[in-house]
């Protein structure tokens, strides 16, 4: 697996953004999908990868800088059929990486609840995230999570 920063221009990665975007509105109310669509994913604030196995594009994520000390994870997705095969694990462990050498003492991030969230929040959990506060702009409703990990 190679990841790599990604300007956003390939028809696979528009495919797999369009498709993220899909099932969070499939799987969250009307005023609790904060996902950005590719446009906002190209603003200078976030960072883009892509995770591919030669020319096969196995899912994507981001990191929104916030300011000196804090980053925001953005639009984690694996593609379906490469579900369960380490891709979310990596790219996080990736984005993580890149926010430590920015001098990031926090990573935070925004998700929904119920079972479509279910795998991510465990990812998350896994990796040392814990529950915690809205942050940024977000206003913390019923259905929204925010998880915090200490750089």
Known sequence: MTI????????RVGALLRSHLEQMHLNAP???????????????????????DDDALLGCGA?????????EIKSMRTAPTHLRKGVASALLDHI???????GYRRVSLETGSGPAFDAALSLYRLRGFVDGVA???YDRGAFNQFLHLEL
């Open 96 to 102: 993580v990486r890149v926010a430590r050498a920015r």
């Open 4 to 11: 790599v920063e990604d300007d956003l221009t390939g028809t």
């Open 30 to 52: 009307k005023n609790s999908v904060f996902a950005f669509d590719i446009d906002r994913l190209r603003a200078p604030d976030v960072s883009f990868w892509t995770a591919w």
């Open 63 to 71: 990191l929104k800088h916030l300011d000196a000390e804090h980053g």
């Open 135 to 137: 942050f940024g702009d």
